[in-house]
């Protein structure tokens, strides 16, 4: 337990469904992350939020819409989805970004499949 | 990028030591993060370099050399449960000091 939490744990849409991820840290972190993890390659960094505020979004397509309403919550939300999207979606938290950020804690991920 | 790269794969016996070299190229270096990550959970925190020289944590020991742009994670008296995934990350000022990741190192520990 890495004080992290992700749901669903696993889904599978299809491209034209509408579904959303869960997150939430119970540590008292200010940033939150999205990463996708796909086989045999790195973590690629989707979006960051400081303080609420998003700070960073590394071109993403817009089918993925972050929503972050408080420092202890992060949504994804999903839209007509590609099967190119099927990955390993996992949340992160920081206690500040930067220099002097601490490290990354992450969830266990949300296993997405879209048929 | 920073160019991060660590092999796929290692195979290792218990009890043995095993080391998963991390090589990368940034223009401001600030930090060098070792996860783990067992299949199906989450990466957890090993160990950060910041400095030149061995940090050691128990059977686990993280070695940076700025540099080389060079790093290696050891892992000793292997158990049966270090079987994981291995990341590789990167902190640079470049890039607004977000981390990049390599690829991972999946070490598979057989009796």
């Known amino acids: 337990e890495t004080g992290v939490t992700q749901t669903p744990r696993h889904l599978v849409m299809g491209m034209t469904n509408k579904k959303s991820l869960k997150c939430e840290q119970h540590?008292?972190?200010?940033?939150m992350y999205w990463y996708k993890q796909s086989a045999k390659k790195p973590l690629e960094l989707m979006f960051v939020?400081?303080?609420?505020?998003?700070?960073e979004n590394n071109s993403v397509p817009s089918r993925f819409s972050p929503e972050c309403p408080n420092s202890s919550h992060l949504f994804l939300h999903l839209h007509t989805l590609q099967p190119e999207d099927s990955a390993l979606y996992l949340c992160a938290s920081s206690q500040g970004t930067g220099k002097d950020g601490t490290e990354a804690f992450f969830g266990q991920g949300t296993r997405l499949t879209v048929v | 990028g920073q160019n991060i790269d660590q092999p796929t794969e290692m195979t290792a016996t218990e009890g043995a030591i095993v080391q998963i070299n991390c090589t990368y190229q940034t223009s401001g270096f600030n930090g060098l993060f070792w996860y783990q990550q067992h299949a199906g959970e989450a990466p957890t925190f090993l160990s950060y370099?910041?400095?030149?020289g061995l940090e050691e944590k128990g059977r686990f020991s993280s070695f940076l050399s700025r540099s080389k742009g060079y790093s290696y994670l050891l892992l000793k008296e292997l158990q049966m449960k270090d079987s994981a995934s291995y990341l590789c990350a990167v902190r640079d000022r470049s890039n607004d000091y977000k981390l990049s990741f390599g690829a991972g190192t999946t070490v598979t520990v057989r009796a």
């Open positions: 540590l008292g972190h200010n940033a």
């Open positions: 939020y400081n303080f609420k505020e998003q700070t």
């Open positions: 370099n910041v400095l030149d």
